[in-house]
């Protein structure tokens, strides 16, 4: 399937339920450092209001509540796949996104023959100290020429008027989390993201 050119990410189920109706297609759930059972049950919180939606969920990092509630999609990071069993990912039938930021961690992503590679940050990004620092454009362009029809996703430091840029630079898919959720008028920022990235679902 072809996945939505638009991924905002959020850090609760409430922010999912509250963005739903607003026209997303696809949406990452991250949480980060809270007790299992607490991200098991917004798992399945957000997993039911996306399925109702339809709306395809990725969830962040913990592969074995993933495949214990029975979703579709994964996203790890490096550091995740030093743990991850990823021959019980694929025998619970998840896909998979891989994060990568430099070389070696492109060709790692790669070995893992993932559903899509994310590269970032490609800005600088306020949301968590990076061990790298901006990719920029021209690595976005590299990786698409690379990959080739595997699905590249840009990430990091990514507004709405960074947008085009990334997707002119080869990105399939634009993820943003900071530039709405620390909006003034969210709902309203999602809503002209929507709008923006209309073209390239096509």
């Not at 899509?116 to 490609?122: D, I, N, S, T």
């Not at 061990?131 to 020429?145: I, M, N, S, V």
């Amino acid at each position: 399937m072809k996945l939505d050119p638009f991924y905002p990410i959020f850090d609760s189920a409430d922010w999912i339920a509250r963005m739903l109706p607003l026209g997303i297609k696809l949406v990452q759930l991250r949480m980060k450092d809270q007790p299992e059972t607490e991200i098991a049950g917004e798992i399945v919180r957000a997993k039911r209001l996306c399925a109702e939606a339809g709306c395809v969920l990725v969830v962040n990092d913990y592969w074995k509540l993933a495949i214990e509630e029975g979703c579709d999609w994964l996203h790890l990071g490096q550091e995740d796949l030093d743990t991850a069993d990823l021959g019980a990912i694929r025998k619970a039938g998840l896909k998979l996104g891989v994060s990568s930021h430099d070389e070696a961690e492109l060709e790692r992503a790669l070995a893992t023959q993932p559903d899509y590679v994310a590269l970032g940050p490609v800005y600088p990004t306020i949301l968590k100290q990076m061990r790298f620092g901006p990719q920029g454009l021209e690595r976005l362009t590299d990786w698409k020429r690379r990959i080739g029809a595997l699905p590249l996703v840009g990430i990091g430091g990514i507004s709405l008027e960074r947008a085009e840029g990334v997707f002119e630079s080869g990105a399939d898919i634009v993820a943003a989390v900071t530039d709405i959720t620390l909006n003034a008028d969210p709902e309203g920022r999602l809503k002209a993201w929507v709008a923006a990235t209309r073209k390239h679902a096509a």
